[in-house]
T-cell receptor, first 110, second 115 residues
Framework: GQNIDQPTEMTATEGAIVQINCTYQTSGFNGLFWYQQHAGEAPTFLSYNVLDGLEEKGRFSSFLSRSKGYSYLLLKELQMKDSASYLCAPHGGATNKLIFGTGTLLAVQP | DTEVTQTPKHLVMGMTNKKSLKCEQHMGHRAMYWYKQKAKKPPELMFVYSYEKLSINESVPSRFSPECPNSSLLNLHLHALQPEDSALYLC??????????????FGDGTRLSIL
């Protein structure tokens, strides 16, 4: 079966750092994506991990541990525009589908 | 702005109407997808087209009928929908289907309301 777990909501302060965790159990695994979705808008691709370790892209970093079924998204120097839902999405399984977690709604406060 | 264009942005229809949602991409992607997203929920996969052929149908009711006229276009024909079908319908594309390192690019969606 498939199970993806991430916190429903988080709050952080502008300029701070926030870490959004994701644990997953999938019947097959080829990699993990993180997407950002602002209310009423399209999900936009943030990062992709296939090997264990940290991938850094500017203010955003993503970490993966395949053996633990665990990933996190790290957002640095938070800005108000970072207020959005962050979706953890493992890729794989018998049909190579992208399976989205329920998303973490991040609120950045002044 | 996204590179995947969906029309219309909003659609209100009655349960007896027939309408179509349209999606277009010019990135040369060979895989296209339809997702359904309810409020405060993640996108749920409906259909996958690869090289203009239907590859996945996630047991979607027949009142939703996808069509891929060419490699750049994807339609979703709607007929006799139910109120619970009201949702945001997202189209996405990727370079190929099933390749793990290729992200899907999403359109802004069509917000559908069934009266």
């Amino acid at each position: 079966g498939q199970n993806i777990d991430q916190p429903t909501e988080m709050t952080a302060t502008e300029g701070a750092i926030v870490q959004i965790n994701c644990t997953y159990q999938t019947s097959g695994f080829n990699g993990l994506f993180w997407y950002q979705q602002h209310a009423g808008e399209a999900p936009t691709f943030l990062s992709y991990n296939v090997l264990d370790g940290l991938e850094e892209k500017g203010r955003f970093s993503s970490f993966l541990s395949r053996s633990k079924g665990y990933s996190y998204l790290l957002l640095k120097e938070l800005q108000m525009k970072d207020s959005a839902s962050y979706l953890c999405a493992p890729h794989g399984g018998a049909t190579n589908k992208l399976i989205f977690g329920t998303g973490t709604l991040l609120a950045v406060q002044p | 702005d996204t590179e995947v264009t969906q029309t219309p942005k909003h659609l209100v229809m009655g349960m007896t109407n027939k309408k179509s949602l349209k999606c277009e991409q010019h990135m040369g992607h060979r895989a296209m997808y339809w997702y359904k997203q309810k409020a405060k929920k993640p996108p749920e996969l409906m259909f996958v087209y690869s090289y203009e052929k239907l590859s996945i149908n996630e047991s979607v009711p027949s009142r939703f009928s996808p069509e891929c006229p060419n490699s750049s276009l994807l339609n979703l024909h709607l007929h006799a929908l139910q109120p619970e079908d009201s949702a945001l319908y997202l189209c996405a594309s990727s370079q190929d289907w099933g390749q793990p390192n290729q992200p899907q690019h999403f359109g802004d969606g069509t917000r559908l309301s069934i009266l």
